[in-house]
């Protein structure tokens, strides 16, 4: 028998064929899973997708034509209207400033917290740790009229602090409880190579421990992000002036007593999707790495 007929005879064997007929399987079954995730995906861009049409549209055509159907005339002026008629500028700016200033705050000291929980011996880290997680069980509208009570006898009402130490207190337990399986798993043997080299406390935290958890870190920042930026109760309650109040409060500014411009509202919300979706879309490899860690070691 020549070569090449015993190859042609090797390659028709049950064993390759199994092997063809398992690959074919792969690829088909791969091609559905993608079939299915494209489903989903375009099922998730589609709100997406209808706001940013419902922001260009009129009155009119809000009411009168079908709400799957294109506008006529894209009024791009909304934008315009919703972003110097209505503050959306001010409010806009308020927004990101309470988002960023809580988020820095909420981050580092849940790290600090966490740090001296997981890493640091002493006897009452188990109660601590378990009064952090405590606050996380408290319904947020329980909190309501102490909270306002509160910051009128410090007087705080009418003013961004009472908003900036609202959203740290509210995330710090799920901030903390994220941490802590990620700091838990970190070997300690690191720490003691560095105290044998003499770094100090301080040292050992900002120089190793808190760059080792950069990708969870960026998984809480997102999630303190969207909680900072779409809340509205604190704001609405604590908050009665114009110049502080945030883009969530804003959009009632378009909402009258006998007419509100539906067109506008649709801009505000598109303005304040953007942010989110920035952020996310910088931070999303870092979010699924912190992720996978905290599964695989925590």
Known sequence: MSKVAFETQLNTTPAATYKTSKSLGNRIGFGILYFILGVIALIQIYPLLWLFLFSLKTNQEVFGMSPF?????????????????????????????????????????????????????????????????????????????????????????????????SYVAFNLPITIMILTGFYKSIPRE???????????????????????????????????????????????????????KTITVGVNNFVGQYLTDWGAIGATLMISIIPVLIAYFILSDRIVEGIASGSVKG
């Open 69 to 165: 159907s294109l506008p006529q005339d894209p009024q791009w002026g909304n934008y315009a209207k919703a972003w110097t008629a209505g503050h959306i500028d001010v409010y806009f700016f308020n927004s990101v400033l309470y988002t960023v200033v809580a988020v820095v705050l909420t981050v580092i000291l849940a790290s600090f917290v966490t740090f001296a929980i997981t890493r640091m011996h002493w006897k009452l880290s188990g109660l601590v740790l378990g009064l952090f997680m405590a606050g996380y069980m408290i319904p947020l509208h329980s909190t309501l009229i102490p909270l306002f009570n509160f910051f009128k006898t410090v007087n705080l009402i009418d003013n961004p602090v009472s908003i900036i130490l």
């Open 190 to 244: 690191v720490e003691e190579a560095a105290v044998m080299d003499g770094c100090s406390i301080h040292r050992i935290f900002f120089q190793i421990t808190l760059p080792m958890t950069v990708p969870v870190l960026s998984t809480t920042v997102i999630i303190n992000m969207i909680y900072n930026w779409n809340e509205f109760v604190f704001v609405n309650t604590f908050l009665s002036s114009d110049k502080w």
